[in-house]
């Protein structure tokens, strides 16, 4: 904390975004969510992205500053169109529900498959829903298995819950108990509770 107040105070922008985060979390120093969001802001406004995510955050959730959607949509823009994964999936999840921003899922899609293609677990999730219900693309079930995969493996527990029910009820792919079974095993395991209710209508837990 002593070293990036030094550099952050002679305007270093990582700096001031590390600054944000040891006061956003509470990492060697007290936990202050305002100051965070000051030094957060001060990165932000240099143009850096990941200062901007995390502006945004603050604003969608109303942590360290009131609450205002609109503004959490522009500062994830300003990060998503520096190619920030997390700020992609954040505005693409804006567009999905028409959060400080008018509904498009055809927008949600084209941030969700940006986010996914850089490896986001929960871009990958979602890109695999839109495929399975056809939102704002064709629906294509073989498609959304393939993102679900991708997602699961990285231990995204929806995502594991999802391909889970598409071995089971053979959406997308071949039925399978036994793959069924195993994916929805890995989202009981955190807690995913869809998941745990079906193990137990197997009469497997």
């Known amino acids: ?117 850089q490896e986001d677990a929960e871009a990958q999730w979602m890109l695999g829903d839109c495929y399975f219900f056809g939102h704002g693309v064709g629906k294509n079930k073989r498609e959304a298995v393939n993102w679900y995969f991708l997602s699961a493996k990285k231990g995204n527990a929806e995502a594991q819950r999802r391909l889970g029910a598409c071995f089971y009820f053979g959406h997308g792919v071949a039925k399978n108990r036994q793959e069924a079974i195993r994916w929805y095993r890995l989202a009981a395991e955190q807690g995913n509770s869809v998941a745990i209710s079906m193990l137990k209508k197997l009469g497997v837990m």
């Not at 001060?42 to 945004?56: D, M, S, V, Y």
């Not at 997390?86 to 498009?104: H, K, M, N, V």
Request: aromatic content about 18%; overall charge positive.
């Open 1 to 117: 904390v002593k070293w990036y107040r030094l550099a952050a105070e002679q305007k270093n922008s990582e700096a001031r975004w590390r600054l944000g985060s040891c006061y956003y979390f509470g990492t060697g120093i007290r936990e202050d969510k305002q100051e965070a969001v000051k030094w957060y802001r001060l990165a932000a406004e240099q143009g850096n992205a990941k200062a901007q995510w995390r502006l945004g955050a603050c604003y969608y959730f109303g942590t360290g500053i009131r609450e205002d959607k609109q503004e959490a949509v522009k500062w994830f823009r300003l990060a998503a169109e520096q190619k920030n994964a997390e700020a992609q999936y954040s505005l693409g999840r804006c567009y999905y529900f028409g959060t400080g921003i008018r509904e498009d899922k055809q927008e949600a899609v084209k941030w969700f498959r940006l986010a996914a293609e």
